[in-house]
């Protein structure tokens, strides 16, 4: 028996879920800006994909959102007075903050942080290190609350370690697990890390930004003690970031030893290949499936998100099953290609489509909304138990979700000081059935 699995910690949506157009180089995001959002659909829409992968005999964790607005980002751009004073000059003087501070981001729980589990880091500890998401003002205000939310799940030293995050410069721009892929045998196997980033540091790029750095990857790396001949740093490649591939999850995914991307995804693929077995050295054999521009153009996959998708070994099946966005189903391209590929005999099975349109019109997919820590049963045993979810679990989440959030949600809300109010007691609900009062 197996001493590991890997389990999905998805990111709750929060009562903000918003169309903020806050994200350069997210397509979905620019052409969304300023939309009407339904922050209940959109959470209910996450908890039921939770819900899949627990009816498939997976282990499925939670995050709590972060408080929103984040009042500390109003007041060090030296709005003062009463909460309601303070929203009420933010939104008269700088609307783009306060839309900031709203930001329901740290739903994608794939840029919470990059993790290493014990079996590839020299202490034998699961290694977190928050990401600084130092690239969109937005989402930088995450690493102090996501390191805090980490701290209270994985508490015991003796077993994790929650790095604090990189700095908040550019040189250490840094996205977390969407640019980072760990290849194994099987989930408790020492492994192979695949980083992938945008640039080099001081490197000045044209176009969209290039959200992770060469030097953010070598320090994770670094400090979470994985042994160099197993690690490989790759470059994403900028006809990729150009086309809107503002992170490496959304030409790419990877499991066990099967990495699935687009032709489009590396600078150089074919190095990129090397190296990994290279790296792989006896561990596993590598099996790439690559998907050809002439199958899937880039532009295809980009709106599509067919590799924003869960790559899971499943219970009781001998193959991968890709849990992929319905607009795969829905993108002739992308859905012809998704037919054969289960029909052909390699490493992937099974196509699932699951509706996360809310989250997708913010440009995030199935595996944006998860972050995955392969643990082992004493791990498992050691984290706190609140946010591992049964459909029991979920349906008290859903029910409190439907209570407290609101259906619709347009950008003019945002002004209202009553709305904060309505934010808070969501979350409070939330982490008391999580059991996570401590963070409120
Ligand atoms: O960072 N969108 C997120 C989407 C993140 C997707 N995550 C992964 N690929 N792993 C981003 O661009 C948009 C928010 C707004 O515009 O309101 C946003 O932040």
Redesign the pocket.
Request: hydrophobic share 35%.
């Given at each position: 028996m197996s001493i590991a699995c890997e389990v999905n910690f998805d990111g709750l949506i929060g009562p903000s879920h918003?169309?903020?157009?806050?994200?350069d180089?997210?397509l979905?995001?620019?052409r969304?800006?300023g939309d009407i959002s339904n922050p209940r659909e959109a959470a209910v829409q996450g908890l039921e994909k939770m819900r899949t992968l627990v009816r498939a005999g997976l282990v499925q964790g939670v995050l709590p959102p972060l408080a929103r607005p984040n009042f500390d980002l109003l007041v060090a751009a030296g709005f003062a007075g009463s909460d309601s004073d303070i929203i009420g000059a933010a939104a008269r003087r700088a609307p783009q903050l306060l839309?900031a501070a709203y930001?329901?981001?740290a739903m994608?729980a794939?840029?919470a942080a990059t993790v290493s589990p014990s079996a590839d880091t020299a202490d034998g500890r699961l290694h977190f290190t928050p990401a600084n998401?130092s690239t969109?003002l937005?989402?930088s205000l995450e690493h102090p609350d996501t390191t805090a939310t980490l701290i209270s799940i994985f508490a015991d030293e003796e077993r994790f370690a929650v790095h604090g995050a990189l700095p908040a410069h550019a040189d250490f721009a840094d996205?977390?697990?969407?640019n980072h892929v760990r290849l194994s045998a099987e989930h408790d196997a020492p492994g192979v890390e695949l980083f992938v980033y945008g640039r080099d540091t001081g490197e000045a790029l044209a176009g969209f930004p290039a959200?992770q750095t060469r030097l953010a990857s070598e320090a994770i790396a670094r400090a979470h003690g994985l042994a160099m001949p197993h690690a490989v740093f790759a470059r994403q490649a900028h006809r990729a970031i150009a086309s809107g591939a503002?992170?490496n999850?959304?030409v790419c995914v990877g499991a066990l030893d099967t990495l699935f991307f687009h032709e489009h995804a590396f600078e150089d693929t074919a190095a990129t290949l090397k190296a990994l077995r290279q790296a792989a050295d006896g561990r596993f054999e590598l099996k790439p499936v690559m998907v050809a521009d002439t199958e899937v153009p880039l532009a295809d996959a980009m709106s599509s998100y067919l590799f924003?998708s869960q790559l899971l070994q499943v219970p009781g099946e001998d193959r991968l099953v890709l849990v992929a966005p319905t607009e795969t189903r829905d993108t002739p391209s992308v859905h012809a290609y998704c037919e054969r590929l289960v029909q052909s005999n390699g490493p992937i099975g099974r196509v699932l489509y699951v509706d996360v349109r809310q989250s997708m019109r913010?440009?995030?997919?199935p595996?944006?909304?998860r972050l995955r820590v392969v643990m082992t049963v004493a791990e498992l045993a050691a984290c706190h138990a609140g946010v591992l979810l049964d459909e029991e679990l979920i349906d008290e989440l859903q029910a409190s979700v439907r209570l407290t959030y609101r259906d619709r949600l347009s950008p003019g809300d945002l002004a209202d000081p009553a709305f904060a109010d309505e934010c808070r007691l969501a979350r409070e609900a939330i982490l008391d059935i999580l059991d996570l009062e401590a963070l409120a």
């Open positions: 918003n169309y903020g157009g806050l994200s180089g997210n979905a995001s620019a969304n800006a839309k930001s329901a981001s994608w794939a840029n998401l969109m937005h989402r996205e977390g697990a969407a959200r503002f992170h999850d959304v924003n913010n440009g995030g997919g595996a944006c909304l």
